[in-house]
């Protein structure tokens, strides 16, 4: 049974003018409904933690630890369960920019070959990101991303003698009870993408959303108190104020566009370069030329 949560502390649904349902949209066994998951029609392909925007879906699959394992192999090579046991139960999670951030480091192999039969839901998603990612990639001059057929390395299961048949039942009872353990104590992972992307210094792109300011700013500070990642921050110096946006941290939530006060916001499907934007400070109106008046006596 798979084991995943939405932590609803994370989730957007308790933020006004916003209304995200990306992961009970994508969910290609229907198991999400109304932030909740159902470990029974949950597959744990992952599809879900892949458009979070905010980190919010817990797993028992600590991505962190299997994204950071794929780099120290050489070649750099993305693998599911299925072909090793010290993979990530499925590629589904992964998204373009997790790619772009493994592939514009060194040379990235994935091998999908298994992802039709066991689910085409995710096959179609990682074929979509890969694609982009490969664009972006050869317009960078860098290496795609090269599909690999890696085989099975699980070992055939060798023939027990009989002199040690009590043996190795004993050892059966003993790790049945330690899986037993462990289960009682499995833990739950959060990953959050973009602290992920942070961390490996990545390098943004056109995969990462834009930001577009539409007009002057009256510094309300509204935007940076709401990103929940922190993409957005005010800076005050003698030059004045600025707003400082980090694409690598925006997940094109949402939530500064439609909590703008003043609709100044405006999210870019594709990031343009820009990463700073000067603000002016609102100034009360000038009083008007003549303001002498007389007071006269009723």
């Known amino acids: 049974m798979a084991r995943r949560d939405i932590d609803l502390n994370r989730c957007l649904f308790h933020y006004t003018n916003i209304t995200c349902n990306r992961c009970q949209e994508i969910c290609p066994q229907g198991a999400i ?13 992952g599809l879900c933690t892949a458009v979070c925007p905010t980190g919010a879906i817990t797993s028992d699959t600590d991505y962190d630890s299997c994204l950071t394992a794929a780099q120290k192999l050489s070649p750099q090579v993305l693998m599911c369960r299925k072909v090793s046991q010290k993979a990530m139960a499925c ?27 066991c689910n085409p839901a995710v096959q179609n998603w990682l074929a979509q990101e890969i694609a982009a990612c490969n664009q972006a990639l050869q317009e960078a001059g860098k290496e795609t991303i090269k599909l690999v057929h890696v085989k099975d390395s699980a070992p055939a299961p060798q023939p027990v003698a009989r002199r040690s048949f009590f043996r190795s039942l004993f050892h059966a009872a003993s790790d ?16 959050d993408g973009t602290i992920w992307l942070d ?39 003698e030059a004045g ?12 939530c949402g939530l500064c566009v439609n909590n703008c006060p003043q609709s100044l916001l405006k999210l870019q499907p594709s ?10 400070e609102e100034t009360p109106p000038a009083p008007p030329a003549d303001s002498s008046f007389t007071l006269q006596r009723g």
């Not at 589904?92 to 920019?97: E, M, S």
């Not at 997790?98 to 999908?112: F, N, Y």
């Open 241 to 252: 104020k600025k707003l400082h946006f980090n694409p690598i941290k925006c997940t094109a």
């Open 176 to 191: 049945t009870a330690a899986e037993i353990a462990q289960a009682q104590t499995e833990r739950q992972y959060a990953f």
């Open 271 to 280: 990031f343009a370069g820009q990463t700073e934007f000067s603000l002016q």
């Open 33 to 45: 409904h109304n932030r909740e998951i159902d470990r029974e029609k949950c597959d744990n392909c």
């Open 91 to 117: 590629l589904g999670a992964l998204n373009r920019r997790l790619l772009w951030a493994l592939a514009e480091k060194q040379p990235l192999a994935m091998d999908t070959s298994r992802c039709a039969q």
């Open 199 to 237: 961390k490996q210094d990545t390098s943004p792109c056109q995969l990462f959303p834009g930001l577009e300011l539409t007009a002057s700013c009256t510094a309300c500070g509204l935007c940076t108190m709401l990103c929940p990642e922190k993409a957005l921050v005010i800076s005050d110096s």
